[in-house]
Every structure is written in structure tokens, then in C-alpha cells.
């Protein structure tokens, strides 16, 4: 038998072999998957504002936004929860009959909250929409199948297949561009068809699904998850984790979509606003990228906090961050050089842009990351009800910043809040880190000898 205290072998390490090399693989995998899929996003809007006019434009874009913001807050914290659990289960051995049961069901209620909410304001978004009924029924339709999409995301992720879930989002992308593209060449045309793109991205993408079973198999999924022979009170002690896990992650998104869009909301419609919205897309393409990262990151992290210990994990926390340092460095420094000439170039509005303030920017872009790191280490942790709150505190914050106004320019105002906020939280959430690192503790020594008479 091994000596208390020597290396386990490497017969018994229940972590899958290469799991390091895995995760970067899939990480690379995410990110040429993602960054292709904003492409094709860019794109999408780039045809359609040839296409369409102002107004019609301007309908489109709406629908776009209120949809992206609810499905990052309702359905993004089934998709984290999914990962986060099965990635545990799949460290601890168990490869298949994951529980769902819980997940869907917190699903279905959320997607049911949002139905509500629509047809309550039915009137006020068709008023919103320019009149256009369709645009509703887009929405509503879009929203409602991004359910299953994301739940899908949520399974591949957890079981790290990241091939899967980059074909998803792409063929997502794919499909959605496909329709101003056939507005363009003649096929269709007006708002509508180029809107149904919206609501075809996420049914094309689910057809990823039957590739997932033909390749992987079901796993045997659910049957209860193997909750039929559990306890009752362990099952519904389970249902209510999850759904304050959830429940924290919803919080989270609403969060960080308070932190990217208060700026661009409280700033003086006209020039003022469109200056202010096209400092903070410096922000929004490096996060969306970042999606992928993150999205592999949980699952890895749930791994080694459920095998590993904390030396594993503190050593995959302090790679992401110090790759974030660089990256958002490198966007600063070259804010500062030719930020301004840049924004006039990709972005021409009516204002001027400060080559500072761009830098700011960019560093509270570098923090946002970093906070997206730090709050997937919570998440990992089960510490998702502290992370909660510290996103929530930084967001009102951020708005309180806002409102009161003491920097009389808006961009300014926005810039700085932008990064004050963004400090805050990751200060806040790297004390978070710190309180549930355990701490390393030397083992005791063994008793001296007894003393000689």
C-alpha cells in the first residue's frame, strides 16, 4: 500500500487524460467559431443597411437588441448551469444519464416569464417597431427557440464538445445572413424578410442536435437523471441549487448588460448618443469573442475544482487572466496611437473621440474580462449567489455614476464610469476568489521521539 501522502497514480486520476491540452483545443476551437459568427453578424447588418432604409433599419436593429438582451439574461444561466454540472459529474466518472429534468424546467419558466412580459407589452412593441406586427412575432418566435438552443449549448459544453457547439453557432450566423443576402439579389424583399433571418438563426442551428446523437449518442438522458432512485429531499435539495444558480447567473447577465448599455442610454439622443454608442463597440466585439473562452472555461474549472484542487485551478485562473493583461494592453497602447483616426474611419459620426478616453475604454475592457474570468471561477466554486451581488453592486454603481451627472460631457462621463465600474467588480470578485481559495497547509509533523532516560 502507498505511503499516506505520496502522488496517487496515474491509474486512479479521474480527470480525463489531457484535459489541459483539451481545453485549449477547444478554447482555439470556440474562438474560430465565434469570431466567425461575428463576421457573419457584421455582416448581416452591413447587407441589410443597404437594403433597407433608415426607418426600416432602425426596426431591424431594435428587434435585434431587445432580443440579444433577453436571451443573454433568461437562457445564458440555463447553458451555465448545464455546463457547470455536467462537467462535475463527468470528473467524478459519471459519463452519462446527466440530470436535465431540473435545467428544462427552469428553462420552460423562464421562456414563460418572457411570453408573458411580450404579450403584456404587445402594444408598446409594435409602437416601438414602427408598426410592424411582424417584427412582434419575429421577436416573439426568436426568443422562444433560442431556448432550445441554448440549452443545447449548454449540454455540448459541459461535456466539452466545442466542434459541436462552434458548428451550432455558425450555422446560426450562416442562416441568418442568408436572408438580407436573398433581399439583395431579388429573392425577397422589405423589414420582413430580412427580420425572418432572426428567427431562422436558431432553428438552422439546432440542426446540429442530430449530428450530436448520430456522433455521441444520448447518453442515456434523463430518466430523472438517475433520480428516480434518489431521495426525495436530495432531489429537491438539487432543484432549488440549481435554481439559485440560475437565478444568481440571470442577475449576472442583466448585469453586464447594464455595464455595456447604460453609457449609450444616458447620453443625449442625436450625435451625442451615437458618439457614446461607438465608443462602447470597442468593448462589445473583444466580450463576444471572450463568450468562447469563457464557455470552455466553467466546465474546465468545474473539472479540476472537483479533481484537481486548488493548484490546478489557480494555475488555469492566473493563464486567462495574464493573457487578458496582454491583450488589453496592447488594445490601449493602440487607442492611444491611432484611436481617434480609427473611429473616424469604422465608425464616422458627428463628434469627436479623445485618444485618452478611448484608452480608458480599452482598460475597462481589459477589467470586464477579467471580472468574466474571475465570476466563471465562482460559478465553478458554487459561490454564483456572491458573484451575483457584486455584479449587481458594480451595475447600480455605473448607473448611479450616470445619473447624477457630475462630468457634465456625456462620452467623459461614460468612459470613466465604464472603467470605475469595471474595476470595482473585479476588485470585488478577486476578493471572492481569494476567500474560496483553500488555503495550503503543510502536513503535521510526526511526533519527535520519546526521550532517552
Known amino acids: 500500500m502507498a505511503a499516506e501522502g505520496t502522488t496517487r497514480p496515474a491509474a486512479e486520476d479521474p480527470r480525463p487524460p489531457k484535459a489541459d491540452a483539451s481545453y485549449a483545443s477547444g478554447a482555439r476551437i470556440l474562438s474560430i467559431g ?3 459568427t461575428g463576421l457573419f453578424t457584421f455582416a448581416y447588418f452591413s447587407v441589410a443597411s443597404h437594403v433597407l432604409d433608415d426607418a426600416a433599419l432602425g426596426g431591424v436593429n431594435l428587434l435585434w437588441t431587445i432580443l440579444f438582451i433577453t436571451i443573454s439574461v433568461i437562457y445564458r ?4 448551469l448545464l455546463s457547470r454540472s455536467i462537467a462535475t459529474r463527468r470528473a467524478q466518472g459519471h459519463e452519462g444519464a446527466h440530470p436535465l429534468r431540473d435545467a428544462a424546467r427552469i428553462q420552460a419558466a423562464f421562456a414563460l416569464v418572457f411570453l408573458v412580459a411580450a404579450f403584456a407589452l404587445k402594444g408598446t412593441l409594435i409602437d416601438a417597431f414602427g408598426g410592424a406586427d411582424a417584427l412582434f412575432w419575429v421577436l416573439v418566435v426568436s426568443a422562444l427557440t433560442y431556448a432550445a438552443s441554448y440549452f443545447a449549448r449548454g449540454y455540448f459544453a459541459g461535456h466539452q464538445w466545442f466542434a459541436l457547439y462552434g458548428g ?20 425577397a424583399s422589405g423589414q420582413t424578410a430580412v427580420a425572418l433571418g432572426i428567427a431562422a438563426a436558431p432553428l438552422a442551428s439546432l440542426l446540429v442536435i442530430p449530428l450530436a446523437v448520430r456522433r455521441y449518442g444520448t447518453g442515456a438522458a434523463d430518466g430523472a ?6 431521495p426525495i ?3 429537491a435539495g438539487a432543484a432549488r441549487e440549481g435554481a439559485t444558480f440560475a437565478g444568481a447567473v440571470a442577475v449576472v447577465q442583466l448585469a453586464e448588460q447594464t455595464l455595456l448599455n447604460a453609457g449609450p442610454l444616458f447620453a443625449p439622443k442625436g450625435a451625442m448618443f451615437a458618439v457614446v454608442f461607438g465608443a462602447f463597440l470597442i468593448t462589445r466585439s473583444p466580450l463576444q469573442l471572450f463568450q468562447s473562452i469563457q464557455t470552455s472555461l466553467l466546465p474546465h474549472l468545474a473539472g479540476l475544482e472537483a479533481t484537481e484542487g486548488s493548484a490546478a485551478f489557480a494555475k488555469a485562473i492566473r493563464t486567462t487572466i495574464l493573457a487578458i493583461a496582454a491583450f488589453a494592453g496592447a488594445v490601449a497602447i493602440g487607442l492611444l496611437v491611432i484611436g481617434p483616426f480609427a473611429m473616424d474611419v469604422l465608425y464616422p459620426v458627428e463628434g ?5 478616453g478611448l484608452a480608458v475604454i480599452g482598460v475597462g475592457m481589459g477589467l470586464h474580462l477579467a471580472a468574466g474570468t474571475l465570476n466563471q471561477a465562482a460559478l465553478a466554486r458554487g459561490q454564483a449567489l456572491h ?13 448611479g455614476w450616470m445619473a447624477i451627472a457630475v462630468v457634465d460631457d456625456a462620452l467623459v462621463r461614460a468612459e470613466v464610469g465604464y472603467a470605475g465600474a469595471t474595476g470595482l467588480l473585479c476588485a470585488a470578485l478577486a476578493a471572492i476568489y481569494r476567500a474560496g481559495t483553500p488555503a495550503v497547509t503543510t502536513p503535521p509533523l510526526p511526533d519527535p521521539p520519546p526521550l532517552l532516560e
Open 225 to 230: 437523471g438517475g433520480r428516480a432512485s434518489a
Open 387 to 399: 458573484a451575483a451581488v457584486a455584479w449587481a453592486l458594480s451595475a447600480v454603481a455605473f448607473v
Open 352 to 356: 469627436t473621440y479623445s485618444r485618452w
Open 168 to 187: 451550432l453557432v455558425f450555422f446560426e450566423a450562416i442562416a441568418r445572413f442568408c436572408f438580407p443576402v436573398a433581399v439583395a439579389v431579388g429573392i
Open 77 to 80: 444561466p440555463v447553458e451555465q
Open 34 to 36: 465565434i469570431a466567425s
Open 233 to 235: 429531499d436530495r432531489a
